[in-house]
């Protein structure tokens, strides 16, 4: 079997207890601030001399975009204290003949975690609270970028980027969990939290089969403009095809054309990757365990609230 190699250059002072502490810790950062700039969003929007963005739903987006941008961007000072390269936040070319079978990869862990998240729902009798959307085409396109693209951009660069990148060098599955597990409990409720499980893995898997950040920011991407189609519809109804083109046509297009390269090339060998470093050994890393006992109790308290 072809296994797909881990970085294991410019290996960090404290190893990897410290690399995992790292991971926790831009979590947290991201987290903290994010609390900060909602409560000192919500004082702005309190004032009256607001009242005028209030009314003003593109304006409202743009607060709330720069908000999370500002979230996920303020635990990026860590590169000061452990550097990265590109390279190593994996911000390069997919890797030559990935891109489909990572996307089926991705598509079928996003679409059980979706289902999983329903079933939790449902029997925790829980029901998702979503932003209204528009129907005028200028403000839905607006509101698109701002919940869809922004998102899938900066998340990748954050999770899959940094965070992953600080464990990448000790195995691609340790990396893969070590950012998804906080990635999810980052998600609230305990079912948006456990659809998040599995597409912080899904993803982490895309990076790394592929190699490349630019994958994995297309594929959120693609999943948030799903979610956006399924939200848009199910808030007016009428005639959904937009949301099965997404959800069913492509991956089958996706699939297809898998299938024909893997007749073409029936020598070619799956990739797998190269065991590491054992996952159960983010459990000794004290700066990761607080970080995730930290979410745990966020997740328990917004679910059962």
Known sequence: MKSIPNQQTHTPPGGFAQAASLC?????????????VSELLNWVLAQNSMQAWQSNAVAMLALQVGGNLLSLLAPFFLLFAQPLTAKQLYMQKARKGTLQAAFLVFWVL?????????LLGKWLHQSHEQVLLPQEMGLLLTMWVGLAVVPALAEELLFRGLLQGYLRRYGAWISIVGQAVVFALLHGEAPSCLAALFGGIALGICAEMTQS???????????????????YYSQYGGESSLQRVLQFSIPAVVLLGYLVERVKHTK??????????????????????????????????????
């Open 24 to 36: 926790g810790f831009g979590a947290l950062v991201y987290w903290a601030v994010s609390m900060l």
């Open 110 to 118: 996003v679409m059980a975690g979706n289902a999983a998240a329903m």
């Open 213 to 231: 950040l630019w994958c994995s920011m297309l594929f959120h991407l693609y999943n948030n403009t799903m979610a956006f189609a399924a939200q």
């Open 268 to 305: 070619q060998k799956p990739l797998r990757f190269a065991k590491d470093t054992p996952i159960f050994m983010l459990a000794k890393s004290l700066g990761w365990c607080v970080c995730v006992v930290i979410l745990v109790c966020k997740m328990v308290l917004e679910t059962v609230a």
